[in-house]
């Protein structure tokens, strides 16, 4: 996360604001897919597994698969890899594919799985203006400078009172 330093701004997200924004998706999605509905969900691994689940289960979507794409550091720049395909006998060129992730930042790892999948529809929770473009479908855009603090990565803790003394 180096190279995507420095975020001037924290956005906290709960388990339950996750699933109500997961929920949202699925929503907006509804009934946007090719004929006869989607076909299958690939969740990116692994930001992307939760809202996936969250989206197959409220959209009755049965396959669901998964695509690893790692980013290396190379000095500033990380380049993303795939280091797992989903099955191409489900997925082909992406054609009633839904892919699924948790967030858009530089668009980098959407780059890279759009190439994979030209003809998939890629939707994530959250996006930030740069990957923006590389996204179809979105619920909630925070600004660049924004780190998004998702609850698998927190945990609950103490907080100190406003007057200063910890009784
Ligand atoms: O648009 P980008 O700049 O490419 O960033 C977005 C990606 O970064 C995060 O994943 P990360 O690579 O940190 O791995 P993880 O999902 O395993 O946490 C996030 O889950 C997205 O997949
Ligand atoms: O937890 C995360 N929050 C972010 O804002 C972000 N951007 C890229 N990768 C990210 N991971
Ligand atoms: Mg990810």
Do not use: C
């Not at 701004?9 to 509804?30: E, I, N």
């Not at 890629?122 to 473009?133: F, H, S």
């Amino acid at each position: 996360m180096s190279d995507r330093l420095p975020h001037e701004k924290g956005f906290h997200v709960s388990w339950d604001q996750l699933h109500r924004d997961a929920r949202a998706l699925a929503w907006r999605l509804q009934g946007h897919g090719p004929e006869g509905g989607w076909r299958a969900v690939v969740a990116i691994t692994r930001g992307g597994m939760a809202p996936a689940m969250i989206v197959s289960r409220e959209l009755d979507i049965r396959t669901v698969d998964t695509i690893s794409v790692k980013s290396y550091n190379h000095q500033t720049q990380a380049e993303p890899v795939i280091i797992k395909h989903p099955d191409a006998d489900v997925v082909g060129d992406g054609t009633g594919v839904l892919i699924v992730d948790d967030l858009v930042d530089t668009g980098r790892t959407l780059e890279v799985v759009r190439a994979a999948m030209p003809k998939a529809h890629v939707a994530t929770v959250y996006a930030k203006p740069k990957g923006r473009p590389m996204v179809d479908t979105f619920i909630t855009e925070v600004s660049q400078d924004t780190w998004i603090f998702f609850p698998w990565d927190m945990a609950l803790q103490y907080v100190k009172p406003y007057h200063g003394t910890d009784d």
